[in-house]
């Protein structure tokens, strides 16, 4: 198909905005994010919370934000890029359905868990304390929905080889299948601790839990701080990016190459976020850090590959010096300003997180609000910056309407950036100086009075990303109301062939799962379930 007949199709048409919907219910997790994370910057700024109203908002801010805006973007986001790419609908309606209703029910119950006070509990759950049953029910409908969309995705590409069968997979389909795999992997932690151990506890089926397997388990999924719930946002970066600023394509083979090692290093690095838990081998904690930092190399590649092709356009353009090349780049298409400053965000917070994930130098600020800190540049910036900078593009290509407020688009990416880097300046500040993440200051009677100065400069970042915040919010408004009419395409073009072995996501899917069982298989093995269980019955 063409992209007028694709776009003409009936089936695609349903399926493009059942995706839509799909794309706004993580959306909607921003507007939930930026209310409760107000909630939590009025504490940093000295106006005392109620102790529990701080950590129903602080829930509610990293769920939403993690689990529904992450998963969300990257359920519907790779979906829309697999059908544009092939050409054709993808392979299940009822699986575009399906996926569409557990994250709206997914995303309900976790924000009515919270909104009600029946979790407290952070983004990691932390047991032993109990969330309630529709929590954790909520939080497995959302990873039930990127499974959902996972199958799909699969259904679809064999459907395709078998019409195709002497042609290479696209290289966005290919990104996006690599992408969702890797998800599938990495969430088998996430969805054994809830299906086999917390769901069944919070419902009376079983007596106990055991916090240490469970964050073992937890940390399998969001392994070294800046990798799992970001990869959606490396494909726009490496594959769309390029085409939508017209500048030289990263070659398929390097993107390929590139998304392949995220995939394989993706999940043996969990134990690196485990530096300072007790009853942890520590020679496997070692082992993780290894694959931690190696993992680190495909984030420099995608950096260095896409600065590059960057540089070449400007080059092309005739600019000359050093960074002379920066001035040259497109600040006023607001999708791609969003996108070169996420980017930016997102190599300062990798920064932070090297040393957070290196062991022994991890320990000085793990647990800390550092932590929270370079999570704002990694997630915040790198990734959440990015959603908004695709909604700038693909909002007007699902609706057909012209993107509203170009001016307030362009100055919302700049404000979130600068917001993120004083906000994380300040947490970073404050985890230097022995400040817990996460933890009430006004309501904290050991506070150091400096983490106070911390906190006001926390919330001063807070508040500059609100207002950047709302202004994104206001676009998207006024972008599905506008009746200005607009065309938009999704920003692919030719390729160079890749080799073949670069062809097969299944094949690399178990190079991944092989390279997970070497650093999980003895982790599993040596650890003391008896010890765990007992010390969390009383005996
Ligand atoms: C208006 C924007 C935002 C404000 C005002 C804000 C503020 C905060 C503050 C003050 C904390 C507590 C930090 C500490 O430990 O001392 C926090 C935690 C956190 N924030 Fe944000 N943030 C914002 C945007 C974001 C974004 C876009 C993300 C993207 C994922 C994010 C993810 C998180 C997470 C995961 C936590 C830790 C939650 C937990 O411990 O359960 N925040 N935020």
Partial sequence: MTAATLAADPVVSAQRRLLGLHFLVGLGGIAVGLVSGALVALDRSG???DPARFYQGLTLHGVSLVYVTALGFGGSFLSLSVMSALRCPLASRRLVQGSLAAAGVGAALLVAAVVLDRAAVSVTFSPPLDAGAVFYLGALLMVASVWAASANLI??????RRDHPRERLPLLAFASLVVLLAWDLATIGIGVELVVFLLPWSLGLTGTVDPLLDRILFWFTAPTHPSFFVLPAAVSWL???????????VRSTAVRAVLVAMMVLGVPGGLAAQAAD????????????AFGLAGLVPLVATGWLVVSSLEE??????CVGAVGWLRMLPWRDPSAAAQ???MTGFAVGSGLALVADSGTLGLLVRGTAYESGLLHLTMGAGLTLTVMGVAYWLVPH????GLWGRRAALVQ?????????VLTAGTTGAGLGGQPAGIPLSATAYADEAWQVWGAISAAGGALMGVAGVLFLAVMVGTLRTRTPATVEVPTGPEERSPAWLDRPGAWLVVAVAAAVVAYFPVFVTHNYELDVARFVGL
């Avoid at 699902?398 to 309407?401: A, F, Q, V």
């Fill in 239 to 249: 594959v769309l990016l390029p085409h939508q600023l017209a500048a030289p394509r």
């Fill in 413 to 421: 990416p700049w404000l979130w950036l600068v917001g993120s880097m």
């Fill in 340 to 342: 070169l400053l996420a």
């Fill in 155 to 160: 259904m679809t590409v064999r459907a395709w």
């Fill in 47 to 49: 106006i005392a919370l």
């Fill in 398 to 401: 699902l609706t057909g309407h």
């Fill in 313 to 318: 356009r400007a080059r092309r353009a005739g």
């Fill in 278 to 289: 007790p009853g942890v081998d520590e020679n496997l904690k070692l082992l993780h850090v």
